[in-house]
């Protein structure tokens, strides 16, 4: 069986007359003189592809590849990149609660002013400053005010 596979693999494509067929070939097939042979067949166990990589990746073997050893350099800079990518996105989120705390104070400090404006504009009025004032025991004036004119050479001085 084995010779007659190897026709197929031949460079020249079968273009040579095919090897001549002999006993032990018709007897790799399973064939004798009286007919087919009854052989037991034997189960084919398959290989598990992803078992066997992780075999060989926690065994090392999967770092001693030569294509792993030569593109090193290439495998150490993505990791860089991959650590860089994780640290600017820690750092934009502390940031970003950082602007977020910063937005709430700024609008608590807002409510506090405009409470504090309206108090300090009600404690303005006149009528509020003249009742605390008669508190202290001051009362309202009930004449206007006036001017006092006032001439430097309208005043002299006493001499002893």
Known sequence: MVKENLKYNDPS????????????????????????????????KKTNKSRKAVQ????????SREWVTGNLSYILYVALLAMVYIAN??????K???????????KELRYEYITTKSILMF???QSEISKRALNQGLKEAKMPPYK??????????KKP
Do not use: C, M, W
């Open 56 to 63: 060989e990746f926690l065994g090392g073997d999967y770092l």
């Open 96 to 106: 970003f609660s950082a602007i977020e705390r910063t937005k709430k104070e700024l």
């Open 13 to 44: 494509h079968g273009l040579k007359d095919p090897p001549a067929p002999d006993s032990t070939v018709e007897a790799d097939r399973g064939f004798d003189a009286a007919g087919p042979v009854n052989e037991p067949v034997k189960a084919v």
């Open 148 to 157: 006092i004119l006032y001439s430097g050479d309208s005043l002299q001085k």
């Open 123 to 125: 404690q303005g009025r």
């Open 89 to 94: 996105t820690y750092y934009t989120e502390k």
